[in-house]
T-cell receptor, first 116, second 111 residues
Framework: DTGVSQDPRHKITKRGQNVTFRCDPISEHNRLYWYRQTLGQGPEFLTYFQNEAQLEKSRLLSDRFSAERPKGSFSTLEIQRTEQGDSAMYLC??????????????FGPGTRLLVL | LAKTTQPISMDSYEGQEVNITCSHNNIATNDYITWYQQFPSQGPRFIIQGYKTKVTNEVASLFIPADRKSSTLSLPRVSLSDTAVYYCLVGPGGGADGLTFGKGTHLIIQP
């Protein structure tokens, strides 16, 4: 399967714990995005990488959230001191820079986080 | 970014053609119109993208009038498996940025 993969698919944690999610993009894609989606809402943009550089962060990305893409391939999203409000689906997407038409982002299956 | 407005939900039946219209009155000159589909517990999936007139692929057609203030996603001969949430997005071509999703249209196909 050459699509975007995310691990784990589900995570249950207690409030105050740290969690880390991993995203493996489509291999030749140089751009990687993280989104968060709560029930009944569309995905909300969190942050974006071009290769290993984090180029944009949403105001939704509080200081408890950190994302890395150390070698320009896979990425991790860490949430420290989780809160119940962090419960959501965390989606990763990747794309290839075409610099012409609006790029197509390819989404992974998501990691569903439940904070108790 | 141009704001989009689309129906919250729609119902149809298997075999019918479904048209979902999206309003984007403030679309900018360099904005493209893109539609994504999302099934429960899955990430969104790109369906179609257009700038003006009509675009067709193996899944859907996208109709964009000359003023580009709206667009219509057309799904021919829907099946039960087309039950999903459909998102209309408007944004500039070139470069990269996070996509702005609204609440989408929940399409329910009945037998």
């Amino acid at each position: 399967d050459t699509g975007v993969s995310q691990d784990p698919r589900h995570k249950i944690t207690k409030r105050g714990q740290n969690v880390t999610f991993r995203c493996d993009p489509i291999s030749e894609h140089n751009r990687l995005y993280w989104y968060r989606q709560t029930l009944g809402q569309g995905p909300e943009f969190l942050t974006y990488f071009q290769n290993e550089a984090q180029l944009e962060k949403s105001r939704l990305l509080s200081d408890r959230f950190s994302a890395e893409r150390p070698k320009g391939s896979f990425s991790t999203l860490e949430i420290q001191r989780t809160e119940q409000g962090d419960s959501a689906m965390y989606l990763c997407a990747s794309s290839l820079d075409r610099s012409l038409n609006r790029e197509t982002q390819y989404f992974g299956p998501g990691t569903r986080l439940l904070v108790l | 970014l141009a704001k989009t407005t689309q129906p919250i939900s729609m119902d149809s039946y298997e075999g019918q053609e479904v048209n979902i219209t999206c309003s984007h009155n403030n679309i900018a000159t360099n904005d493209y119109i893109t539609w994504y589909q999302q099934f429960p517990s899955q990430g969104p999936r790109f369906i179609i993208q257009g700038y003006k007139t009509k675009v067709t692929n193996e899944v859907a057609s996208l109709f964009i009038p000359a003023d580009r203030k709206s667009s219509t996603l057309s799904l021919p001969r829907v099946s039960l498996s087309d039950t999903a949430v459909y998102y209309c997005l408007v944004g500039p071509g070139g470069g990269a940025d996070g996509l702005t999703f609204g609440k989408g249209t929940h399409l329910i196909i009945q037998p």
